[in-house]
C-alpha cells in the first residue's frame, strides 16, 4: 500500500486535462507508442468529437522515478515502482456529480490551470469539494509553451485562491511534455498512500463510484478498495441493497479493463457482477464479503435533476427500443433519471431529468448514436412548486401540465448561486446581462490582474435562457460561470403554448416570465416560422398564453399549377381546375395534419436554450 497514489485532475473544460493524462500514460509507458492517440482516455465518440470529458476514466500506471531533483522520499521508498491511479474526470459544472464521486476514491488532486486563461469559475466548484474530502491539491499551470501564456499573472492568481507559495506551482506542457515527469515525482512525495482501516483481509469494504453494463457481463462496478482483498469467485454483496453476487472477473485499468487475480486494499479496479436487473447496483453503496458483512461507507448524495424535458419515439414503434435504451443509459449514468408518460398529440414516452442543459444534450445524442433512435424532445424545463385555488402544493415538472392561471394561487421556482470570473473590463457588459436575467448582484472581488469574480443570485429558469452563451458573447469568450442550486422562491410566470393549425403541440410548451411573456411569443413563433416547411394547406402558427392568442404568423401552402398542362382552349376549363384546388385545400385545412420533422424540434429546442 505504500507504494500507491490514487489521484484526479481538477481542471476547467480545455485546460489540458485530457493531453496531460496522455504525456503521463507516454512517459510511464502505460501504453504502447504505436497505439497511442490524442485524448487516449476520452473513449466516447461524442467526447473526442467536442473535445470534452463526459465520463470519469480511471486508469492504473507504474513509475520507477529516477530522480526527484534533490528532493527526497523515506528511505524504504527510493528506487521502488509506484502504482499511480488516476482517474480522469469531466470539467463541465453539468458533470460535477462525476467529479464528486470521483474525489472520494483518491487522496489528492491536481488543480490544473490554464496559464492562458487563469483561474475559471468551475474549477472553483470542483476545487471546494477536493477540500471538502481532505485531498492534497497540488497546483501545476498547463500550456506553458503557450505564446499566450500568462505564467506570472496566473501563478498570483493561484497563489491567492490557495493561500500557497510561488514554487510550489508546477509548470507543465501537455503538447510537448515539458514538466510531466517532474509533476509526476511531485505526485509520489505529496500525495499519501491509502490508508486502512480495518485489518485482516477477511473485513473487506470496496466503495462503488462508478459502473457501467455490458450486454454479456452485465454490471461492471468501478470501486476502490479500503479494506480487505477481492478474488475471483468470491461471493459479494451490495451493503446497501443487499443483493448478492458471485465475482466474475476483477481487473484493473490499463486503460482499457484487464483482469488480475485479485484486487487489493488501496487499489483502484473493476468487479463483473453478472447481474443484469437494473437498479441493483448504485454509486456510493459498498461491496462486503457475504459470510462477513460490514456495515458501509456514508454514501453519496443522489443527485437531484434540475432540468427536465419529455422524449418520445418518431414513430410510436420505437416506444420499447427506445425504454430498453434509457434503462441501459441510465446503467451508465446514474445521474439521469426518467419516467413514463403519456401525451395525446406525441403518444407514449418518457419525461426525464438531467443536470444541465448540456448533459441533456449529450444525453439525447448519446440515445440516437448507440441505440439508432429518431427522438422527438420537448422544449427543457424545471420543476415548479404550484399551489392551486384550493390550496393543495404540487410539483410540476413538465410546461404543458402548467395549470392555467386561473387555477393558480402561487408558483414558486428554484433559484441558484452563480459564480462569474472575467476580466475586469467586461464587468458592465456582464452586470447588463445580469439585469436582463432578473438577477441580484452581490458581492465582486479581485482574483488577479485584471481579472475579477461577480457573485449574483438568479431563478433557474433565467439561467437556462440562454445565459451562458450570452456571457460568452459579452465576455468575448474569456467569462467563466459555475453555479448551485439554492432554495425555492415565489415566480411570477406564466405558461406559453405554440399553436400549429390550431393545435396545441406539447414539446412547444414552455413556462416564461410574465414581463417577457409578449416577446418570447413573437421569438418562438418567428423561430418555428422560419423552420417549419410549408404544407399542402395554409398552416397558421400560435403563440398563446395568459388566455389569448399574443403572436401569429402564417405558413403558406404548396402550390401546384394545376393548369401547367392545357394549352389554348376556353379559359373556363381553367378557373374550374383553379376553383376544384381551392376547395381540396379547403377540405385539407379542416381535416389535415401538419407534419413536423424531428429536426425542426431539436432546432427549437436549441433555439430557446
Known amino acids: 500500500m505504500n507504494n500507491i497514489r490514487n489521484f484526479s485532475i481538477i481542471a476547467h473544460i480545455d485546460h489540458g486535462k485530457s493531453t496531460l493524462a496522455d504525456r503521463m500514460l507516454e512517459i510511464t509507458h502505460t501504453i504502447e507508442a504505436r497505439k497511442m492517440r490524442e485524448q487516449v482516455l476520452d473513449t466516447m465518440e461524442l467526447e473526442r468529437e467536442r473535445g470534452i470529458t463526459i465520463k470519469m476514466q480511471p486508469v492504473r500506471m507504474e513509475y520507477t522515478p529516477t530522480s526527484l531533483q534533490g528532493r527526497t522520499l523515506d528511505s524504504d521508498s527510493q528506487g521502488s515502482t509506484f502504482i499511480l491511479n488516476l482517474i480522469d474526470t469531466p470539467g463541465h459544472v453539468d458533470f460535477s456529480y462525476e467529479v464528486s464521486r470521483a474525489l472520494k476514491a483518491v487522496e489528492g488532486s491536481i488543480l490544473l490551470v490554464d496559464s492562458t486563461q487563469g483561474v475559471q469559475a468551475q474549477t472553483l466548484t470542483t476545487l471546494r469539494m477536493a477540500r471538502e474530502e481532505g485531498l492534497v491539491i497540488i497546483p501545476v499551470l498547463s500550456k506553458i509553451d503557450s505564446p499566450l501564456a500568462k505564467i506570472e499573472d496566473v501563478s498570483a492568481e493561484v497563489v491567492k485562491l490557495l493561500g500557497s507559495k510561488k514554487e510550489d506551482i508546477l509548470l507543465v506542457s501537455g503538447r510537448t511534455g515539458e514538466g510531466v515527469e517532474n509533476l509526476l515525482r511531485e505526485i509520489i512525495r505529496k500525495v499519501p498512500p491509502p490508508q486502512s482501516t480495518l485489518e485482516g483481509d477477511n473485513n473487506l469494504r470496496a466503495l462503488v463510484f462508478d459502473f457501467k453494463y455490458s450486454n454479456h457481463k452485465g454490471v461492471i462496478v468501478f470501486v476502490r478498495v479500503f479494506d480487505g482483498k477481492i478474488q475471483k469467485g468470491e461471493n459479494l454483496v451490495f451493503a446497501v441493497s443487499g443483493e448478492k453476487f458471485n465475482a466474475l472477473e476483477v481487473g484493473i485499468f490499463s486503460p482499457e479493463e484487464s483482469p488480475a487475480e485479485s484486487l487489493e486494499r488501496g487499489e483502484i479496479g473493476y468487479i463483473v457482477t453478472g447481474i443484469k436487473k437494473p437498479g441493483i447496483a448504485s454509486v456510493g453503496d459498498t461491496i462486503t464479503f457475504e459470510r462477513n458483512r460490514l456495515s458501509p461507507f456514508p454514501g453519496y448524495l443522489n443527485p437531484l435533476p434540475v432540468v427536465w424535458a419529455s422524449i418520445f419515439p418518431e414513430d410510436a414503434d420505437q416506444f420499447v427500443p427506445l425504454k430498453l435504451a434509457l434503462g441501459k443509459l441510465k446503467l451508465s449514468d446514474s445521474a439521469f433519471s426518467y419516467e413514463e408518460e403519456s401525451s395525446g398529440s406525441l403518444g407514449r414516452g418518457f419525461r426525464c431529468g438531467f443536470l444541465g442543459m448540456l448533459h441533456l444534450e449529450i444525453a439525447t445524442e448519446r440515445l440516437k448514436r448507440e441505440f439508432d433512435l429518431n427522438l422527438v424532445v420537448t422544449t427543457p ?229
Open 381 to 609: 424545463s424545471i420543476n415548479y412548486e404550484v399551489i392551486n385555488k384550493k390550496g393543495k402544493r404540487e410539483k410540476v415538472y413538465s410546461p404543458y401540465f402548467f395549470p392555467d392561471d386561473g387555477n393558480i394561487e402561487a408558483v414558486f421556482e428554484p433559484w441558484v448561486k452563480a459564480k462569474i470570473i472575467a476580466p475586469t473590463d467586461y464587468f458592465g457588459a456582464i452586470l447588463q446581462l445580469l439585469y436582463e436575467h432578473e438577477a441580484e448582484v452581490g458581492e465582486t472581488e479581485n482574483t488577479g490582474p485584471n481579472r475579477g469574480a461577480i457573485e449574483a443570485r438568479m431563478p433557474l429558469r433565467e439561467l437556462m435562457r440562454n445565459f451562458f452563451d450570452e456571457l460568452k458573447s459579452v465576455t468575448s469568450g474569456y467569462g467563466s460561470l459555475s453555479y448551485e442550486i439554492e432554495n425555492l422562491r415565489e415566480a411570477n410566470v406564466t405558461r406559453l403554448d405554440i399553436l400549429v393549425a390550431d393545435e396545441v403541440v406539447p414539446a412547444f410548451s414552455r413556462v416564461v416570465s410574465r414581463k417577457k411573456v409578449e416577446s418570447e411569443a413573437q421569438k418562438a413563433v418567428e423561430k418555428l416560422w422560419s423552420l417549419l416547411p410549408k404544407q399542402m394547406f395554409v398552416t397558421k402558427i400560435q403563440g398563446k398564453a395568459l388566455g389569448r392568442i399574443i403572436s401569429s404568423k402564417t405558413v403558406q401552402a404548396f402550390r401546384k399549377d394545376v393548369t401547367g398542362y392545357l394549352y389554348g382552349g376556353d379559359v373556363t376549363r381553367k378557373k374550374k381546375l383553379l376553383e376544384k384546388q381551392k376547395k381540396g385545400k379547403k377540405k385539407m385545412k379542416e381535416r389535415g395534419k401538419v407534419n413536423i420533422p424531428q429536426e425542426v424540434f431539436l432546432k427549437m429546442m436549441r433555439a430557446e436554450t
